[in-house]
């Protein structure tokens, strides 16, 4: 939002003429927000690749500060914006959270890249977070693998519309200009993997239900084409186990070519697949005794 102050000038409210040079009518909500996105200040801090494009943002060249990003914070006390630049792990959400939880409000998240949106090249990887969303209230996400320094000044800009939208009068719109004090985030808690405390309740459940083996809450169903496939498979094996019942000695054989299993390199594909089958016997063998 660019104040036209020639409009601010020319308002429905009669303003003398010997003062209409002087005096601006406008609503509060605009003039803070006016205020607020021309000075946002950044968090001073990157994870990864993204980082360097966000370095060279902030440098002469493209120069941030042009839009009112003028000086990045090494401390959280003073800064408006968080821009998670890089692959988010789950060692360093702790962190972030953390610091999140320190800024003052009003605050905003941008998710720089791929990795911070959604996890990028490494999602899924045993060590990465899939999202800084998964934790953080995201405002804007700029996507590339890195985003250029031109990206994230679009996203950057983005941010500042946004804000402009923005009402102190809506406490719904923006929790934080509504009465009482806001919840901090809750950080999440590193251990064997990374447990997020909103999920306690959830994690508490399934385990109960595991350990009373009932079936799984909040478990993914498999789609109906994995159960038809799974459900021929166990029917299979058990026409395997009735035409040839097999016992756990299945499992230890020679090859048919009489080698030692595992030194021939030519018979290693056969040999996995006789297993395969061996195990899918016996397993379908157990299962039909237990029935029994
Ligand atoms: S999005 Fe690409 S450039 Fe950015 S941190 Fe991830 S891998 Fe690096």
Aim: charged share 20%; hydrophobic share 45%.
């Amino acid at each position: 939002m660019e104040l036209n102050l020639q409009e601010l000038n020319q308002t429905e409210f009669p303003v003398p003429a010997e003062l209409e040079n002087n005096i601006a009518i406008t609503s509060l909500s605009q003039l803070y927000n006016w205020g607020r996105r021309n000075s946002m200040w950044p968090m001073l801090f990157g994870l990864a690749c993204c980082a360097i494009e966000m370095i060279a943002t902030a440098a002469s060249r493209f120069d941030f500060s042009r839009f009112g990003f003028e000086v990045m914070r090494a401390t959280p006390r003073q800064a408006d914006l968080m821009i998670v630049s890089g692959t988010v792990t789950k060692k360093m959400v702790v962190p972030i959270v953390r610091l999140y939880n320190q800024m003052p409000e009003p605050k905003y998240v941008l998710a720089m890249g791929a990795c911070a949106s959604g996890g990028g090249p490494f999602k899924e990887g045993y060590n990465v977070v899939s999202g800084m969303d998964k934790y953080l209230p995201v405002d804007v996400y700029v996507p590339g693998c890195p985003p250029t320094p031109q990206a994230l000044l679009y996203g950057m800009i983005a941010l500042q519309r946004k804000i402009d939208g923005q009402s102190i009068a809506n406490g719904d719109d923006v929790p934080w200009y509504g009465v009482g004090t806001a919840e901090p985030t809750p950080v999440p808690v590193l251990g064997a993997d990374i447990i997020d405390p909103r999920q306690m309740d959830m994690i508490r459940r399934q385990a109960e239900a595991a350990a009373n083996n009932a079936p799984a809450i909040g478990a993914r169903e498999l789609p109906a084409i994995t159960q038809v496939a799974v459900t021929r498979t166990a029917v299979e094996s058990a026409a395997v186990a009735e035409a040839a019942p097999v016992s756990s000695d299945a499992l230890t054989f020679e090859l048919p070519t009489g080698g030692v299993p595992w030194t021939e390199a030519e018979d290693i594909r056969e040999k996995r697949r006789l297993r395969a089958l061996a195990r899918k016997a016996l397993r379908a063998t157990r299962r039909a005794a237990e029935e029994e």
